[in-house]
């Protein structure tokens, strides 16, 4: 469904991200508390995201912010090569869960035998 968006606005809980970063779109994000504020500055240093703060937010803030997220191509750059990224790390976890499950399937065959 975030794909069919052309920019994502996000709370960065820990896996929110993770989603966004698939869609290869850009995102703003207002970080409220706990581990939010790491998160957020992670996707910024990655070149894909744009931080509001809680006490800065306003309807202009958040129109400024989107329209640099729009505008500048850069962050839609980053935010294609870390969708690449991800969705390759996504591809390892998925073939490792796999191979898991086999194996469990397995030991389990073999244990009954």
């Not at 910024?44 to 309807?59: F, N, P, Q, S």
């Not at 500048?72 to 294609?80: G, K, S, V």
Request: hydrophobic letters at 45%.
């Amino acid at each position: 469904m975030l794909a069919l968006f052309s920019r994502v606005m996000a709370e960065p809980q820990p896996d929110w991200p993770r989603q966004a970063l698939v869609t290869g779109r850009p995102m703003p994000v207002m970080p409220y508390a706990f581990d939010q504020p790491d998160n957020a500055a992670r996707l910024e240093r990655l070149g894909v995201a744009r931080i509001i703060g809680r006490k800065h937010y306003t309807a202009r803030r958040a129109a400024a912010e989107l329209d640099r997220l729009l505008t500048d191509a850069r962050y839609a750059e980053r935010a294609t090569m870390a969708a690449r990224r991800v969705g390759q790390e996504e591809a390892v976890r998925v073939t490792c869960d796999a191979v898991e499950e086999c194996a469990g399937v397995h030991a389990e065959w073999a244990r009954q035998a």
